[in-house]
């Protein structure tokens, strides 16, 4: 059975690290979004920021379809050796409900949490940068994977796009790149703006962003 599912996902290879996050999950692989995909054949390591993974659990991968493009720009990752207690998670994950197949593209509204990953309604200061244009705008909720930024000028859909995120917790603004999956135009029942999911950051970025979340969850 295999699911659209947004969650962070850390891959290395060639000595390289890179977080960013899912598109859809299965027992046997996972695809992970990124604008310069590792070459098919090519093995790597996975980190999959599923609930109750420490932050130990390697995961042996070899890459097994590469898209360059748009919405799609990627690879899926196929598991090797996968153990029982890993495969369990994968499996949990899977059978946790429908509403874990929402990703970032979709409006929280107040009282909603139920998704695999919690999104949380939070506002804070984003610069949205799509070429050499650069903007500051609003963000109104958060996840691990994503965020949605009200703008009344929301760049198209499928848009490759940098955000520094200047979130309200005393550290430097935290950067990293982002697709627009969702985009609302002024004028409707819903605030006007954009959709985006992470595709590429560090692990600074990564354990800055979990830090910051962990506060608003004790909220």
């Known amino acids: 059975m295999r699911k659209a599912m947004a ?9 390289q690290s890179v977080q960013t996050t899912s598109r859809d999950l299965d027992e046997g692989s996972v695809f992970v979004r990124c604008v310069e995909p590792p070459e098919e054949g090519e093995r790597v390591v996975l980190r999959l920021y ?23 720009a990627g690879f899926r990752a196929a598991f090797e050796d996968l153990s029982p207690e890993l495969l369990g998670h994968v499996r949990l994950a899977l059978i946790s409900g429908d509403a874990a197949a929402e990703g970032p593209e979709a409006h929280a509204r107040a009282g909603e949490n139920r998704r695999l990953l919690p999104r949380y309604l939070d506002r804070f200061r984003v610069t949205l940068a799509t070429g050499q244009h650069r903007a500051p705008q609003a963000a109104l909720n958060l996840s691990a994977s994503g965020l949605f930024i009200e703008t009344d000028a929301p760049p198209p859909v499928d848009e490759i796009v940098q955000i520094i995120l200047e979130l309200p917790d005393g550290e430097p603004p935290a950067q990293a790149q982002a697709i627009v999956l969702r985009r609302v135009l ?13 595709i590429g950051a560090d692990d600074a970025f990564r354990a800055r962003l979990d830090g910051y979340l962990e506060t608003l969850k004790a909220r």
Request: glycine fraction near 18%; charge should be neutral; proline fraction near 11%.
């Open 50 to 72: 599923l609930p109750g993974l420490a932050a130990g659990n390697p995961i042996q991968a070899v890459v097994r379809e590469r898209l360059l493009e748009g919405r799609e």
């Open 186 to 198: 002024p004028g409707g029942a819903e605030p006007a703006g954009a959709g985006v999911q992470f």
């Open 7 to 15: 969650f962070p996902v850390r891959f290395v290879t060639n000595g």
